[in-house]
């Protein structure tokens, strides 16, 4: 299996990295901005900037280690700069999560250490699915989303593309939630969400319009 590239050194990359090690799989190097070319994130050297990636696409398979908590922009910008540069991203699933056969991962996706995805669910392409997720049966998951840490997205949800889900939030069976919402942290979620916006609280409310 090729080497991976991380693209983004700062708090989620640390934790990509160790699920990277968990897997066995090599990592050969990190990009990031100028200023930090020539530092190392947890011994791994930061080898160039992104204007790079052109010269491991043959080599080497790309993660995006950017996080994202209310805006996906930077870490959508850099997966559509690997795959218009020809370059392969790669899916990575932590030695202690557990995914179904029957469920589903798009490129570019990394399932954290302890989460579980149940049979029949979808998730789409350069997603975060958390440290501790549960992604429960046919549950479908949009491009560019990032789960939050400890979050239960129960069976048969559907959330679009560009969604971040706060830690330990709950959504109930069978909720949908609309292309760029935000939920905050510890929040339950009971009815559709049909508007992008920044939704917090038990229920969930809209906080902030987008
Ligand atoms: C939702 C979130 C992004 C909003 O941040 P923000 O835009 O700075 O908004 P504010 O903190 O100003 O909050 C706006 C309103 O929502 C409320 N609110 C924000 N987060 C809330 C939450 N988790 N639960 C309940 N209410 C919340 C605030 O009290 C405030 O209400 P008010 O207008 O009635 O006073 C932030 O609160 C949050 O939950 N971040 C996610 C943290 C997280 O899960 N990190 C994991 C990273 S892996």
Redesign the pocket.
Known sequence: MKPLILIGGGG?CQSVIEVAESTGRAVQGILDIPEEVGKDVLGYPIIGTDDQIVNYIDTCEFLITV?F??DPALRMKLFNRVCEAGGTLATLIASTAYVSRHAFLGKGTVVMHHAFVNAGARIGENVII?TFCNIEHGACIGDQC?I??GTMVNGDCKIGNDC?I????VLANGVCICNDT??????LVRKNIIRPG?????PAIL??KK
């Open positions: 989620h996080g908590i209310k958390n990032h939050s840490t971040f706060g830690s330990q939030s935000v939920v905050g942290a510890g929040s920044i939704y917090s609280g038990n906080k902030i």
